[in-house]
């Protein structure tokens, strides 16, 4: 039987990653309100503004309800913003900015530079197989540092950010500085499904 995975649907990339889970495999749901979010077996945060999201998780009264399941243990995936949000720890985040923390890192917001600093390269993912996976940055965090429960997946290969983690995961937790979902490659979406699924 196929998961069902949410993706957050306060603001951003939305529609691109319903079109790579479903492709990959997946049967997706937009999550909006808390009852949605009781239904899927995980949870994509999208790319987006992530000060924009945290400050609508509340409107939505989502926050809460969204907190509960991340300790229940359900997967969650997130990209760019969705990664900022999965950060136990923000540097250069706007005053007042809540995430929801569950990854032992501290991240960068924007560390990349601005939109038009944005970039594509190809990188070798820990888990994804296939060869390198097509990346995009846009306006992009990168991970400063992470603690000792969380595994590197990917880190940017050449050019002057060399070095720099931009993929982890912890537990049932996963994390791209990246939108894989604007590539037409869905290996990572696919990735994330097979955590999922193991999960459940």
Same mark, same amino acid.
């Given at each position: 039987m196929r998961p069902t995975i949410g993706v957050l649907a306060l603001q951003g990339d939305v529609p691109e990653h319903v079109r790579a889970l479903e492709s990959a495999g997946a049967s997706v749901v937009?999550?909006?309100?808390?009852?949605? /979010?009781?239904?899927?077996?995980g949870l994509v945060l999208p790319g987006g503004e992530s000060t924009t999201m945290s400050r609508l998780l509340d409107v939505f009264e989502l926050r809460e309800p969204l907190?509960?399941? /991340?300790?229940?243990?359900?997967p969650a995936y997130g990209s760019c913003a969705g990664m900022i949000l999965l950060a136990d720890r923000?540097?250069?985040?706007?005053?007042?900015?809540?995430?929801?923390?569950?990854?032992?890192?501290t991240v960068r917001r924007n560390a990349f530079g601005r939109q038009v600093d944005s970039f594509e390269t190809a990188?070798?993912?820990?888990?994804?197989?296939g060869g390198p996976v097509p990346a995009t940055f846009i306006r992009a965090p990168w991970v400063e540092e992470v603690g000792e429960g969380v595994e590197v /997946?990917?880190?940017?290969g050449s050019g002057p950010a060399t070095g720099r983690i931009v993929a982890v995961a912890q537990g049932p937790l996963m994390a791209t500085s990246f939108h894989p979902e604007i590539t037409g490659?869905?290996?990572?979406?696919?990735?994330?499904?097979?955590?999922?699924?193991?999960?459940?």
């Open positions: 937009r999550v909006r309100r808390a009852r949605e /979010l009781d239904g899927v077996d907190l509960a399941r /991340l300790r229940e243990g359900m923000v540097l250069d985040g706007a005053a007042g900015q809540l995430g929801l923390g569950g990854i032992d890192m990188l070798d993912v820990q888990g994804v197989a /997946l990917a880190t940017v490659d869905d290996r990572v979406h696919a990735h994330f499904i097979r955590l999922v699924s193991k999960e459940r």
